[in-house]
């Protein structure tokens, strides 16, 4: 079956301008998070969504922000940007019940110029 | 909240064993969770435990100590392919549903 698919793949956008990322997971799956991943910070989580409804939320600013729809695509959004917003954002979902085995998608590269 | 630690670069000879140490502390624990990931590539996952002990899976090993809030991935019969970044994760039970938390990843360096 189908991957996670994540769009754009690349984007370049300057500060102040906003942006939103693009997740469609796996078919049946009903968790989708979402990370963002620097050299320095490794790879950090930013929300969980589940049938449509925040159930996570990391320690980013309220500039970071998302939502879910019904067929399960999520978007997340980053108003304001900034410089050290620039980062691969990855998405993940998850299936199974009593596992937390995520399945990523290639990632969303954004350069904050 | 939790602190992940585990070392920021190994190197190993093809053919060698390594072994990737993970130490975290968590917020009660539901498992822990290694992944690997190549450059430029989504992090792929490697392996779940649950209950202390010896997961193996073919040439990769993972091992638990829930009291000792520490892991580590063994690599045996190291090829090239295996230069890549392992990310240690617990998953801790603060967390309901799926938020994992990262360690900042070992990059190992298979030479030949």
């Known amino acids: 079956k189908a991957g996670v698919t994540q769009t754009p793949r690349y984007l370049i956008k300057t500060r102040g301008q906003q942006v939103t990322l693009s997740c469609s997971p796996i078919s049946g799956h009903r968790s989708v998070s979402w990370y963002q991943q620097t050299p320095g910070q490794g790879l950090q989580f930013l929300f969980e969504?589940?049938?449509?409804?925040?159930?996570n939320k990391g320690n980013f600013p309220g500039r970071f922000s998302g939502r879910q729809f019904s067929n399960s695509r999520s978007e997340m959004n980053v108003s304001t940007l900034e410089l050290g917003d620039s980062a691969l954002y990855l998405c993940?979902?998850?299936?199974?019940?009593?596992?937390?085995?995520?399945?990523f998608g290639e990632g969303s590269r954004l350069t904050v110029l | 909240g939790q602190n992940i630690d585990q070392p920021t670069e190994m190197t190993a000879t093809e053919g060698a064993i390594v072994q990737i140490n993970c130490t975290y502390q968590t917020s009660g624990f539901n498992g822990l969770f290694w992944y690997q990931q190549h450059a430029g590539e989504a992090p792929t996952f490697l392996s779940y435990?649950?209950?202390?002990g010896l997961e193996e899976k073919g040439r990769f090993s993972s091992f638990l100590s829930r009291s000792k809030g520490y892991s580590y991935l063994l690599l045996k019969e190291l090829q090239m392919k295996d230069s890549a970044s392992y990310l240690c994760a617990p998953w801790g039970t603060s967390n309901s549903g799926y938020a994992l938390n990262f360690g900042k990843g070992t990059s190992l360096l298979v030479t030949p």
């Open positions: 993940a979902s998850q299936g199974r019940t009593n596992t937390g085995e995520l399945f």
């Open positions: 435990n649950v209950l202390d």
């Open positions: 969504y589940f049938s449509e409804t925040q159930r």
